[in-house]
């Protein structure tokens, strides 16, 4: 873990501060298994994008996307598809905010860590269709899924194994089987989890650039 820094220990999330230090975007772009050539990955126009709601402040700040700031509007959105609790069996009350918290002592998470027990199945948070899957160093076997809309991007890391037959570019349908939760990657053996993070996308096809969202504020903000 980090020793050059104060931690106030009653914010610690169960994984620490030195594990877990995957990013949403991947470094190793070349290596994912892309969608098969001819699937319509375009993007909604930005006309069909939610209005801001008035006096919103932002969520986050941007990191490598054109849009300036993830707004309530893009929550709002998120709460009208009704997302899955992607970890079988949870419940909103068990979940954690770790999307603030530091990994590797300087970057922050932005995504959620959904705690269960190694094979707890993992469910598609919501409908829409598989983009890559990846195995890295950090993220260890990996799912990313963009949505209907194609606006937005869920990442589901540090899986145990994938469902036979999952591929890029197949449609999945909300509550359908993706994988198994686990501890692939540089997550910690001793407490299995499902590195959970949404981010806005303005373009699939720079599936690399987004805008992370908390996905903690879907289920449990304000």
């Not at 899957?133 to 990996?142: I, P, T």
Request: charged content about 15%.
């Amino acid at each position: 873990g980090d020793t050059s820094m104060v931690i106030d220990t009653s914010k610690v999330h169960p994984l620490g501060t030195g594990s877990d230090t995957i990013s949403f975007t991947p470094s190793d772009v070349s290596s994912y298994q892309t969608a098969p050539a001819g699937t319509d990955l375009s993007p909604t126009p930005l006309a069909a994008t939610a209005p801001a709601v008035p006096g919103a402040a932002p969520l986050t700040n941007t990191r490598g996307s054109s849009f300036p700031t993830v707004t309530g509007a893009d929550l709002m959105t998120l709460r009208a598809h009704n997302l899955l609790i992607p970890a079988q069996g949870v419940t909103a009350d068990k979940l954690i905010d770790s999307f603030d918290d530091l990994r590797g002592g300087t970057r922050r998470h932005e995504a959620l860590d959904i705690m269960s027990p190694r094979g707890t199945p993992v469910l598609s948070a919501d409908a829409g269709q598989v983009l890559k899957l990846h195995n890295s160093v950090a993220g260890g076997l990996s799912i990313y899924v963009a949505d209907t809309s194609q606006r937005y991007i869920i990442l589901y890391a540090h899986l145990d194994r994938y469902r036979p037959g999952l591929a890029a570019g197949m449609p999945v349908k909300k509550g359908e089987l993706l994988g198994y939760v686990g501890f692939t990657g540089n997550a910690n053996p001793a407490a299995p989890h499902l590195h959970f993070a949404i981010a806005r996308s303005d373009n699939l096809k720079d599936w690399w650039k987004g805008t992370p969202l908390n996905p903690f504020l879907v289920w449990r903000g304000k």
